[in-house]
């Protein structure tokens, strides 16, 4: 199947090495630092689990994330240009980042050098699990033969029905990145509530709270449910990434209770994978973080 145009995505994406080498994916690395001088990118120079090791070691040591910059993203796409394809560039949301504009400035500087390559550059509105599944339908639709402009248009489409759905271990770094205020962040330790947080069109809602972390995390399966119910899809019209961050055990007991659950609602089995969660956003909701990516499959919504 003739491929169209090849697609690049900042490292706010999140997804496996492997998953990018089955999808061709180019990523731009975000850069992470614990002590605001030395910079390294997440996922190449530090290792995840790594650096979750290290916020779990030293809580009151907040990491700092940096952009990747106009020169990373003209290496990327200069790299598919020589190649002689037009490029999707997927970005996290402007409301959390600069990474936009640094591939926007990219972009105009590979035109100058290879004028007949296109280059669209999509504020995804999206992070993490969320701008993965996001770019799993991108590359869905062009192994399909979707031309550029025709994804385009879908995934403006498709990019509304994107939700991460959330939890966190404690809310010690949502009041750090100033999400929260101090005295709700104590009395929110204190009490052991567990907030459960929907990211929708690039900012974050609240979507109730919780006693203790077992209540929490049935309660972000709930979202989940209560999502395809609004939409009237079943899980298996949507594509569903589970995220985490330091506790891989737990993850695999939750992706068990995930797809009990979605069985006994829905009546179909559906296998929904793992995913680590990156430094991007690691960073402001912490090592303990899980949750959802979701979106509707682009075959579902051509179908409706």
Do not use: W
């Not at 996922?43 to 020169?71: C, W």
């Not at 560039?89 to 050098?113: D, G, H, Y």
């Not at 799993?136 to 879908?154: F, N």
């Amino acid at each position: 199947m003739e491929k169209y145009f090849t697609i690049v995505s900042d490292g706010s994406c999140d997804l496996p090495e492997q998953t990018l080498k089955e999808h061709n994916i180019s990523v731009v690395h975000f850069l992470v630092s614990f002590d605001g001088k030395t910079y390294q990118r997440e996922g190449i120079d530090i290792e995840l689990k790594d650096f979750y090791q290290r916020m779990v070691d030293h809580p009151n040591i907040i990491p700092k994330t940096a952009t990747p910059s106009p020169q990373d993203f003209y290496a990327a796409f200069e790299a598919r240009a020589k190649e002689g394809q037009d490029i999707i560039c997927i970005c996290i949301s402007t409301k959390l980042s600069s990474s936009v504009q640094s591939a926007e400035i990219a972009a105009q500087m590979l035109k100058e050098k290879y004028p007949d390559i296109r280059v669209v550059v999509l504020d995804s509105l999206c992070a993490t699990l969320m701008q993965a599944v996001y770019v799993l339908e991108v590359c869905r639709m062009r192994d399909a033969g979707y031309s550029l402009d025709h994804t385009v248009e879908m995934i403006k489409r498709l990019g509304k029905t994107a939700r991460i759905l959330f939890t966190v271990g404690d809310l010690h770094y949502l009041q750090k990145g100033g999400r929260i205020g101090k005295v709700t962040s104590i009395a929110g330790n204190l009490l052991n509530v567990k907030p459960l947080i929907t990211l929708q069109d690039g900012e974050i809602h609240s979507s109730g709270i919780r006693r203790g972390r077992r209540k929490s995390l049935n309660g972000i399966i709930d979202l989940l449910i209560n999502y395809c119910k609004d939409y009237n899809c079943a899980p298996t019209d949507c594509n569903i990434i589970i995220g985490y961050c330091h506790d891989y055990e737990e993850a695999v007991r939750f992706q068990k209770l995930t797809e009990e659950r979605l069985c006994e609602t829905f009546g179909n089995q559906i296998s929904v994978p793992l995913c680590p969660i990156g430094a991007t956003i690691g960073v402001h909701a912490g090592p303990y973080s899980i949750g959802y990516g979701v979106i509707q499959r682009s075959d579902f919504i051509t179908h409706v």
